[in-house]
């Protein structure tokens, strides 16, 4: 009885349908688990952001899956051409270019969920959190965004965000501490007024938050880490200060351009990286989507977000695996499964486990 309990009190805090669907659902799953039988899985789809791209990523995927190839060659005539020959051999310094790591990066997501749909069309899907750029693949995914929408609006949206401060003048850098100490640090060097802009950009994960602004702000921050107990600051690679208020010419241009586009229904919720809480309201896509280039990366709440909603399965689709390692470095008291769809052996492998996991 006390499984039974706590199996119900759970399901109800997570959860955040009507009352009565809540107890229903959850009263399912509370006497299927004292009968000895595991509830159904609650699966949560993660997409990666900029940093994930590798030349050859998503080539195995097309070659094993018919689906994932259609999702390319659709891709490939969005961009304009020459996206497919980019993701096979690059260079990597190519790749990286903000205008061309946004679409290559939402292509080989939606590779990956068009090849896992093909095998599992059954799947239910709990909610997606997508980091920063990974929000406009979730968006592809859930079908807000029809693909050819997609692939022209993050290149744009690539454009602005590389082209709203000049090269050199911004940076970013990732301080590993908590929180609370790193947002001292920044309110301390704005304090001091010399250095230009500095803003908290991304809460990736218990001890690591990024600070986004002003070159010399950034360096400011670096030099004052200690006196604030943040044991190491690491200098990012990127070519802007993303989500931060440097960004605002560029949000207000891409305000310009995602207005033109009509957001779909979704097909399941999207825990926001401005809220962190789940939306499936296709008339809050646009505001969401707009004000997150600007505003900070609340991933740390995002995760939080999903295991709060019972996710306890996770399935990171496209490059890399940097957010499911994330997950399980910082939420180690969380018992979660994570897959990976990195390349067509982990799709295999992932598709496998859930076949034999959730029953379909």
């Not at 290149?155 to 590993?176: F, I, N, S, T």
């Not at 947002?183 to 802009?197: K, R, S």
């Not at 401005?274 to 809050?284: F, G, K």
């Not at 969380?334 to 598709?351: E, G, K, Q």
Request: aromatic fraction near 4%.
């Amino acid at each position: 009885m006390l499984a039974h309990g706590a199996f119900l009190i759970s399901c109800i805090e997570a959860e955040s349908r009507p009352v009565v669907a809540k107890i229903s659902e959850c009263e399912r799953d509370a006497n299927q688990a004292v009968n000895g039988i595991m509830p159904p899985m609650r699966i949560a789809l993660l997409f990666p952001g900029q940093g994930s791209q590798v030349v050859g990523m998503g080539q195995d995927l097309a070659a094993a899956s018919a689906a994932a190839a259609d999702i390319l060659a659709r891709a490939d005539a969005a961009f304009g051409g020459g996206l497919a020959t980019l993701l096979a051999t690059g260079p990597q310094d190519l790749l990286t270019r903000t205008t061309n790591a946004q679409p290559a990066l939402l292509t080989v997501s939606t590779m990956a969920w068009a090849a896992l749909r093909e095998a599992l069309p059954d799947l239910t899907i709990t909610a997606a959190a997508g980091h920063s750029l990974g929000e406009f693949s979730a968006l592809t995914a859930a079908g807000a965004l029809t693909l050819e929408e997609a692939v022209p609006l993050v290149r744009d949206r690539g454009a602005y965000m590389q082209e709203a401060v000049p090269v050199g003048e911004g940076a970013m850098a990732a301080c590993l501490a908590e929180a609370p100490a790193v947002e001292a640090l920044v309110a301390a060097v704005q304090a001091e007024g010399a250095h230009g802009v500095l803003a908290l950009a991304n809460f990736n994960g218990p001890g690591q938050v990024v600070i986004s602004g002003s070159a010399a702000a950034v360096e400011r921050a670096r030099l004052l880490a200690a006196e604030h107990g943040i044991r190491k600051v690491i200098p990012l690679e990127v070519s802007a200060p993303f989500h931060s208020p440097l960004m605002q010419p560029a949000q207000d241009r891409f305000a310009d351009r995602f207005a033109k586009i009509t957001i779909h229904p979704l097909a399941f919720p999207i825990v926001t990286n401005l809220e962190a809480t789940p939306n499936q309201d296709a008339a809050r896509v646009h505001d969401l989507g707009i004000r997150q280039i600007t505003a900070p990366v609340r991933w740390t709440a995002c995760c939080d977000q999903l295991l709060a909603l019972g996710c306890d399965t996770f399935i990171e689709l496209g490059a890399g695996s940097v957010l499911s390692n994330m997950l399980k470095r910082g939420w180690k008291d969380h018992p979660v499964t994570c897959h990976t769809t990195v390349d067509a052996a982990a799709l295999t492998a992932t598709i496998a486990a859930l076949r034999e996991t959730a029953h379909v």
